[in-house]
């Protein structure tokens, strides 16, 4: 018994050990798949960000538009690949107390307009003509690059819209509106001509989960302030100003998303858990069913950053050295610094001329 | 108004009783009874021009206007055969091959082959082998001392097709190429096999004869690599996510960016590097797209990543993983948006500031990179250009710092051929390569890119299309001019050129065809006048139309249904009177 114990023994504690490297490996393994195949495949991000009231009173409309505007630069996406969209401009509204400001916090704590506002679509611009038309890429060959959503098939494109709507429809300028068919057929035109890889939708508005429901196309997050039959409300007025400064949802997804710096590892469950229904009033929902990727896999800096990839060139070109030619053009630098006079304004205002010319000509005029 | 009372031409009144003909008078009978019969016949005659002309022509004219597409031929283009075909001519040398079989040049020999990708037009490489015996001159270049010599003399006097390839096969013993090496790559379309004297020569030598055209030309990565974002599987190998995507023209900017100009002067020469070792890569590569060239200079841009000390080198380093977060606070400032349409690459020389003087970047493992530079697909590439410190002798801020462009052109060159997907060939074993020239391209490194190219452009074409035929299947109101229709036609037949052309072997032709086709299927899919209209929904089409066509279809329906009542009644009294 003791003879056939010991090998029983010396086996088992082998075999648990071949057991668990296989594990080990298997999990290393594994995991560096489930890695790969989690990460997201986009080179670029896009925003699009877009007010569609306007008046004095739907001044938190714009300071909610222009915080998620300030996040989405600070957390690394240019303005070159940002489309702002802003329905009335508030910064230099009349009726502004403060001028060239538009506070998100009470106690004008946090100015979101800053030096650098780089504002595409403004006012009267801003309809829903021109929105679908930066959405599915049918612009005028007129347009300048700055208008325009030049998103590729390994684009995430962020898409924020904010303003009064209703159930299925948004209002934009207090004249017309855009139905959540059409958003969701310019989302459809979009996916045929590959111009997203993901997208995040991102509504803050009356009944922003009616926008939604119809969308069909893959690859699609969506987020809303509020249910079908529920009002989003604004979060506080400030007296100085006068009117109400930011919505409530927008306001705690602002808060949420300062924490985040461009390395972060916060993921989308996080974001679905911002404003609850105490601080909100409001439920907001949310909409992943189209989307391919586990929520709990996607960063926030997968839509609100734009991290690139980048590798390291490990290569050279070997190329022939011409010092000739090199030496020569150096001399020439030279020369042509040493020669070059400093230069001086002309004069702007040639006060003695002008005057001596009227002079002459007055004497001229006299004597005919 | 009842359509019966019309004949009679008497003021509508509500009470009156239907049918008249029971309360007039016997003398009146036949001419009411004429009234009725015409009566009838207009009414019937109203709603007739009403149901047959009228709802035709409103339909028509409420239609959304749709020029004719070519519905079939687009759906037939996604089950193109496309056949790439590379005519190679391969010239035997005097004792290359058993004299016998050198009596039966020459002749053809095609090899074709199916790449196996799973994409849905099926793509079949065809290397068109034409034999033949070497000219005088040929057999004298091929007797010099150094095979880069006698390639460089077979190449002068005619100029090479573009995607045609010529492969020079020599004797087994001959000097020309080293003892161990069985072929040679040159870097103009041409390169040189040993023979062999046996009794399979031809097989074994067109053995490889296909290997070595295969590495210059058309390999399954090659084509994997065009068609990465149409194939469906592996999204995620780098290799594939990094070449730029085809397009009519490219913008190159050189930056040089200085942080500290009160301690650096920096003066670089980008002129005349860009004319003496950018404009000849340039000019190689101008078959590919229109691309432009220019540079500015940046003071006080820094990069947006602090970088570490390392006390062992006494140097600064930037980690590997701090490199993404370096673009994007300087792209902002390029200015690369207000160039120009076209995708642009810029590639940015950082002279570090004084205080943070030498800085490395460090790859992965720690270790330092020996370029000092990296890139990021399909945006451009960073290198660092760090002061030499002799220069602080003089101990005067600031120092004047002259760049040297060669070795940082060398950096960017091979970046910049990264960046299109100019990728390193897999050379067969034992195969002697020459390396790029001065040019930094090799000729038939452009056909590959040529090639690869084309099939992206056929594949965006076809898709575009065909996502266009779809999209008018799904959104019932969008509009086709006969312009944008015009363009579809165009964009169709220039596909079925460029396959035609790519089946014969004229890559250059098949490329702007390629080209062409892509540029009309883009014009089409996005002509500002495909908007689809503003979506109506049902209901509000019903109430726009209702209070036009209901006052109109009332009487007629009404005046139809009483014509019926009464045919039914006359055919039913003959009955009750029997």
Same mark, same amino acid.
């Given at each position: 018994?003791?003879?056939?114990?010991?090998?029983?023994?010396?086996?088992?504690?082998?075999?648990?050990?071949?057991?668990?490297?296989?594990?080990?490996?298997?999990?290393?393994?594994?995991?560096?798949?489930?890695?790969?195949?989690?990460?997201?495949?986009?080179?670029?991000?896009?925003?699009?960000?877009?007010?569609?009231?306007?008046?004095?009173?739907?001044?938190?409309?714009?300071?909610?538009?222009?915080?998620?505007?300030?996040?989405?630069?600070?957390?690394?996406?240019?303005?070159?690949?940002?489309?702002?969209?802003?329905?009335?401009?508030?910064?230099?509204?009349?009726?502004?107390?403060?001028?060239?400001?538009?506070?998100?916090?009470?106690?004008?704590?946090?100015?979101?307009?800053?030096?650098?506002?780089?504002?595409?679509?403004?006012?009267?611009?801003?309809?829903?003509?021109?929105?679908?038309?930066?959405?599915?890429?049918?612009?005028?060959?007129?347009?300048?690059?700055?208008?325009?959503?030049?998103?590729?098939?390994?684009?995430?494109?962020?898409?924020?819209?904010?303003?009064?709507?209703?159930?299925?429809?948004?209002?934009?300028?207090?004249?017309?509106?855009?139905?959540?068919?059409?958003?969701?057929?310019?989302?459809?035109?979009?996916?045929?001509?590959?111009?997203?890889?993901?997208?995040?939708?991102?509504?803050?508005?009356?009944?922003?989960?009616?926008?939604?429901?119809?969308?069909?196309?893959?690859?699609?997050?969506?987020?809303?302030?509020?249910?079908?039959?529920?009002?989003?409300?604004?979060?506080?007025?400030?007296?100085?100003?006068?009117?109400?400064?930011?919505?409530?949802?927008?306001?705690?997804?602002?808060?949420?998303?300062?924490?985040?710096?461009?390395?972060?590892?916060?993921?989308?469950?996080?974001?679905?858990?911002?404003?609850?229904?105490?601080?909100?009033?409001?439920?907001?929902?949310?909409?992943?069913?189209?989307?391919?990727?586990?929520?709990?896999?996607?960063?926030?800096?997968?839509?609100?950053?734009?991290?690139?990839?980048?590798?390291?060139?490990?290569?050279?070109?070997?190329?022939?050295?011409?010092?000739?030619?090199?030496?020569?053009?150096?001399?020439?630098?030279?020369?042509?610094?040493?020669?070059?006079?400093?230069?001086?304004?002309?004069?702007?205002?040639?006060?003695?001329?002008?005057?001596?010319?009227?002079?002459?000509?007055?004497?001229?005029?006299?004597?005919? | 108004?009842?359509?019966?009372?019309?004949?009679?031409?008497?003021?509508?009144?509500?009470?009156?009783?239907?049918?008249?003909?029971?309360?007039?008078?016997?003398?009146?009978?036949?001419?009411?009874?004429?009234?009725?019969?015409?009566?009838? /016949?207009? $009414? +019937?005659?109203?709603?007739?021009? %009403?149901?047959? &002309? *009228?709802?035709?022509?409103?339909?028509?004219?409420?239609? !959304?206007?749709?020029?004719?597409?070519?519905?079939?031929?687009?759906?037939?283009?996604?089950?193109?055969?496309?056949?790439?075909?590379?005519?190679?001519?391969?010239?035997?040398?005097?004792?290359?091959?058993?004299?016998?079989?050198?009596?039966?040049?020459?002749?053809?020999?095609?090899?074709?082959?199916?790449?196996?990708?799973?994409?849905?037009?099926?793509?079949?490489?065809?290397?068109?082998?034409?034999? /033949?015996? $070497? +000219?005088?001159?040929?057999?004298? %270049?091929?007797? &010099? *001392?150094?095979?880069?010599?006698?390639?460089?003399?077979? !190449?002068?006097?005619?100029?090479?097709?573009?995607?045609?390839?010529?492969?020079?096969?020599?004797?087994?013993?001959?000097?020309?190429?080293?003892?161990?090496?069985?072929?040679?790559?040159?870097?103009?379309?041409?390169?040189?096999?040993?023979?062999?004297?046996?009794?399979?020569?031809?097989?074994?030598?067109?053995?490889?004869?296909?290997?070595?055209?295969?590495?210059?030309?058309?390999?399954?990565?090659?084509?994997? $690599?065009?068609?990465?974002?149409?194939?469906?599987?592996?999204?995620?190998?780098?290799?594939?996510?990094?070449?730029?995507?085809?397009?009519?023209?490219?913008?190159?900017?050189?930056?040089?960016?200085?942080?500290?100009?009160?301690?650096?002067?920096?003066?670089?020469?980008?002129?005349?590097?860009?004319?003496?070792?950018?404009?000849?890569?340039?000019?190689?590569?101008?078959?590919?797209?229109?691309?432009?060239?220019?540079?500015?200079?940046?003071?006080?841009?820094?990069?947006?990543?602090?970088?570490?000390?390392?006390?062992?080198?006494?140097?600064?380093?930037?980690?590997?993983?701090?490199?993404?977060?370096?673009?994007?606070?300087?792209?902002?400032?390029?200015?690369?948006?207000?160039?120009?349409?076209?995708?642009?690459?810029?590639?940015?020389?950082?002279?570090?500031?004084?205080?943070?003087?030498?800085?490395?970047?460090?790859?992965?493992?720690?270790?330092?990179?020996?370029?000092?530079?990296?890139?990021?697909?399909?945006?451009?590439?960073?290198?660092?250009?760090?002061?030499?410190?002799?220069?602080?002798?003089?101990?005067?801020?600031?120092?004047?710092?002259?760049?040297?462009?060669?070795?940082?052109?060398?950096?960017?060159?091979?970046?910049?051929?990264?960046?299109?997907?100019?990728?390193?060939?897999?050379?067969?074993?034992?195969?002697?390569?020459?390396?790029?020239?001065?040019?930094?391209?090799?000729?038939?490194?452009?056909?590959?890119?040529?090639?690869?190219?084309?099939?992206?452009?056929?594949?965006?074409?076809?898709?575009?299309?065909?996502?266009?035929?779809?999209?008018?299947?799904?959104?019932?109101?969008?509009?086709?001019?006969?312009?944008?229709?015009?363009?579809?036609?165009?964009?169709?037949?220039?596909?079925?050129?460029?396959?035609?052309?790519?089946?014969?072997?004229?890559?250059?032709?098949?490329?702007?065809?390629?080209?062409?086709?892509?540029?009309?299927?883009?014009?089409?899919?996005?002509?500002?006048?495909?908007?689809?209209?503003?979506?109506?929904?049902?209901?509000?089409?019903?109430?726009?139309?209702?209070?036009?066509?209901?006052?109109?279809?009332?009487?007629?329906?009404?005046?139809?249904?009483?014509?019926?009542?009464?045919?039914?009644?006359?055919?039913?009294?003959?009955?009750?009177?029997?």
């Amino acid at each position: 018994m003791g003879a056939t114990c010991i090998p029983s023994g010396a086996l088992m504690s082998l075999a648990g050990i071949l057991l668990l490297s296989f594990c080990s490996l298997a999990t290393y393994q594994f995991e560096d798949q489930a890695e790969q195949f989690f990460r997201s495949g986009h080179t670029n991000n896009w925003a699009v960000l877009v007010c569609t009231s306007r008046f004095w009173f739907n001044y938190r409309h714009v300071a909610n538009t222009l915080s998620v505007y300030r996040s989405v630069k600070r957390l690394g996406i240019p303005d070159s690949h940002i489309v702002l969209m802003l329905a009335d401009d508030m910064a230099c509204n009349p009726r502004n107390p403060k001028p060239a400001t538009v506070f998100s916090h009470k106690n004008m704590e946090l100015n979101v307009y800053g030096d650098d506002v780089e504002v595409d679509y403004r006012s009267y611009e801003v309809t829903v003509e021109s929105f679908l038309r930066v959405l599915t890429g049918r612009i005028p060959p007129s347009t300048p690059r700055s208008k325009r959503l030049l998103s590729d098939d390994r684009s995430n494109i962020l898409i924020y819209m904010t303003g009064h709507g209703g159930n299925g429809f948004l209002k934009f300028q207090d004249s017309e509106e855009i139905t959540n068919i059409e958003l969701a057929d310019a989302f459809e035109q979009m996916w045929q001509k590959r111009r997203y890889n993901e997208l995040l939708f991102i509504i803050d508005t009356c009944q922003g989960a009616s926008m939604y429901e119809r969308f069909y196309s893959p690859n699609i997050m969506a987020l809303a302030s509020s249910q079908v039959g529920e009002d989003s409300l604004s979060h506080q007025p400030d007296p100085a100003i006068g009117v109400h400064l930011m919505d409530r949802y927008t306001y705690y997804v602002l808060e949420f998303l300062e924490e985040i710096n461009p390395a972060s590892q916060t993921n989308m469950n996080d974001l679905f858990q911002v404003c609850p229904k105490s601080l909100c009033v409001s439920t907001p929902g949310h909409r992943t069913d189209l989307f391919q990727r586990d929520p709990k896999n996607v960063l926030i800096t997968d839509f609100f950053g734009s991290v690139r990839k980048v590798e390291i060139t490990t290569e050279t070109i070997s190329l022939l050295s011409d010092p000739g030619v090199m030496d020569n053009s150096y001399r020439e630098d030279r020369v042509d610094e040493e020669s070059t006079e400093p230069l001086e304004y002309a004069e702007q205002l040639p006060v003695a001329q002008i005057i001596h010319q009227q002079i002459s000509k007055q004497s001229h005029a006299r004597n005919f | 108004m009842r359509a019966s009372d019309w004949g009679r031409r008497t003021q509508p009144r509500l009470s009156e009783p239907v049918l008249p003909e029971a309360s007039m008078a016997a003398p009146g009978a036949a001419a009411t009874d004429l009234e009725v019969v015409r009566g009838k /016949r207009a $009414a +019937l005659f109203f709603a007739a021009v %009403a149901i047959l &002309l *009228g709802l035709p022509l409103w339909w028509k004219t409420t239609e !959304t206007y749709r020029a004719p597409l070519p519905y079939s031929q687009i759906s037939g283009l996604n089950a193109l055969q496309l056949r790439l075909m590379v005519p190679i001519t391969v010239v035997f040398a005097r004792e290359s091959v058993p004299l016998d079989d050198q009596q039966k040049l020459p002749f053809t020999v095609v090899h074709e082959r199916e790449i196996p990708l799973k994409y849905k037009m099926k793509i079949k490489c065809r290397f068109q082998k034409a034999y /033949r015996r $070497a +000219l005088d001159h040929e057999e004298e %270049a091929l007797s &010099l *001392g150094s095979v880069q010599e006698a390639a460089s003399m077979l !190449t002068e006097p005619q100029k090479q097709v573009e995607g045609s390839l010529t492969v020079y096969v020599i004797s087994e013993h001959s000097s020309l190429l080293p003892q161990d090496m069985m072929s040679y790559i040159g870097p103009k379309r041409t390169a040189v096999v040993r023979g062999l004297m046996h009794r399979e020569a031809f097989n074994i030598i067109g053995r490889r004869i296909i290997q070595v055209a295969q590495a210059m030309s058309l390999t399954e990565d090659v084509l994997a $690599a065009a068609l990465a974002d149409h194939l469906s599987e592996d999204k995620w190998s780098s290799d594939k996510r990094r070449p730029l995507k085809s397009s009519l023209g490219y913008e190159v900017t050189f930056s040089l960016l200085n942080p500290d100009p009160k301690s650096h002067d920096v003066h670089w020469d980008i002129e005349g590097a860009v004319q003496r070792y950018v404009q000849p890569f340039l000019n190689t590569l101008s078959v590919a797209g229109n691309i432009s060239v220019d540079s500015q200079i940046l003071y006080y841009a820094v990069l947006g990543v602090n970088p570490r000390f390392d006390p062992a080198s006494s140097s600064y380093y930037l980690a590997a993983h701090s490199l993404p977060h370096v673009i994007n606070p300087v792209e902002s400032r390029l200015g690369s948006s207000a160039a120009s349409l076209y995708p642009v690459l810029n590639f940015l020389l950082y002279v570090p500031e004084l205080a943070h003087s030498p800085l490395y970047i460090r790859d992965k493992d720690g270790a330092p990179v020996a370029t000092n530079a990296f890139h990021s697909p399909r945006w451009g590439g960073i290198m660092v250009y760090n002061v030499n410190p002799k220069a602080y002798n003089s101990s005067e801020l600031p120092v004047r710092v002259e760049v040297d462009m060669m070795r940082v052109m060398e950096v960017f060159l091979a970046q910049l051929r990264l960046l299109f997907g100019i990728a390193q060939p897999q050379l067969p074993p034992k195969c002697l390569f020459a390396g790029p020239q001065s040019e930094g391209l090799m000729t038939w490194e452009l056909d590959r890119l040529l090639w690869a190219r084309s099939v992206e452009n056929l594949a965006t074409a076809t898709t575009t299309l065909t996502s266009l035929a779809q999209l008018l299947g799904k959104i019932s109101n969008i509009v086709i001019k006969d312009d944008v229709a015009s363009e579809v036609y165009r964009a169709v037949a220039a596909v079925q050129k460029a396959a035609e052309e790519l089946a014969s072997g004229q890559l250059a032709s098949a490329f702007a065809a390629s080209q062409e086709a892509v540029t009309c299927s883009e014009r089409a899919f996005f002509d500002p006048s495909l908007l689809h209209l503003l979506y109506f929904p049902d209901d509000q089409k019903f109430a726009i139309y209702i209070p036009l066509f209901l006052p109109m279809a009332v009487p007629i329906l009404l005046s139809l249904v009483k014509i019926f009542l009464e045919t039914r009644k006359s055919w039913k009294k003959p009955e009750k009177t029997d």
